[in-house]
């Protein structure tokens, strides 16, 4: 009943920014714990790019090297992905992750489908 969507991928510049959001939405009671961006390249495995807690505390992936930055809005249930100085080794799909509890008892996680990130000169 509770679904994350993304929204901002496209196609940049090496060295240009970007930023992804992700809103989190149902027709059931529920509270996010958990926010977290992933990515996927071909080829490769799904890694951890950068999460964030209701409470907001915050944790990167090494590659990210201060590059990019999360942050979120608890009353709008929406996180962001703001990726500065990017570069071709950016270029994968990226997901939202929600950690959420339903109706105040249900620990449950739910993906988006995931906005493609392409980095090109």
């Known amino acids: 009943q509770v679904q994350v969507v993304e929204s901002g991928g496209g196609e940049v510049q090496p060295g240009g920014s970007l930023t992804l959001s992700c809103v989190a939405s149902g027709s059931t009671i529920f509270s996010i714990n958990t926010m977290g961006w992933y990515r996927q390249a071909p080829g490769k495995e799904r890694e951890l790019v950068a999460e964030i807690t209701n409470g907001g505390s915050t944790r990167y992936s090494g590659f990210v090297r201060g590059r990019f930055t999360i942050s979120g809005d608890n009353a709008r249930k929406t996180a962001y992905l703001h990726m500065n100085n990017v570069v071709p080794g950016d270029t994968a799909v990226y997901y939202c992750?929600?950690?959420?509890?339903?109706?105040?008892?249900?620990?449950?996680?739910?993906w988006g489908q995931g906005t493609q990130v392409t980095v090109s000169s």
């Open positions: 992750k929600g950690d959420y509890v339903e109706r105040g008892i249900h620990l449950r996680t739910v």
